[in-house]
């Protein structure tokens, strides 16, 4: 059973940066897919980044594309989304997920059906 832990969330005001952190229990593939979710109250869960391997190992939703970054330590089997010019419409709990089986580009990696979940970070952006 992987485990997975996020930290980094906090206090913000809009404009301003926000690093998450999510490490893994073990070691996973560097080339199967991870990625960072967000949900907000009364709202959906929504895809934010994700990363994989391939010509394009990463993508981004619509909304946060330009703003965000989402990066990945092998070594340390971390992976890390860098938040920036953050705005009120991105307070939600953030979550990070992974699945060691399930290898693709960014935008097969978007996808919500990942194996491992952590429990979230909340992230707050007062304007």
């Known amino acids: 059973q992987v485990q997975l832990v996020e930290s980094g969330g906090g206090s913000v005001q809009a404009g301003g940066s926000v690093r998450l952190s999510c490490v893994a229990s073990e070691y996973i593939d560097s080339r199967s897919c991870m990625g960072w979710f967000r949900q907000a109250p009364g709202k959906e869960r929504e895809g934010v980044a994700a990363i994989g391997t391939g010509s394009f190992p990463t993508y981004y939703a619509d909304s946060v594309k330009g703003r965000f970054t989402i990066s990945r330590d092998n070594v340390k089997n971390t992976l890390y989304l860098q938040m920036n010019s953050v705005q009120p419409e991105d307070t939600a709990m953030y979550y990070c997920?992974?699945?060691?089986?399930?290898?693709?580009?960014?935008?097969?990696?978007?996808?919500?059906?990942?194996?491992?979940w952590g429990q979230g970070t909340q992230v707050t952006v007062s304007s």
């Open positions: 997920a992974a699945d060691p089986n399930r290898l693709g580009n960014g935008g097969y990696c978007l996808r919500s059906d990942y194996e491992y």
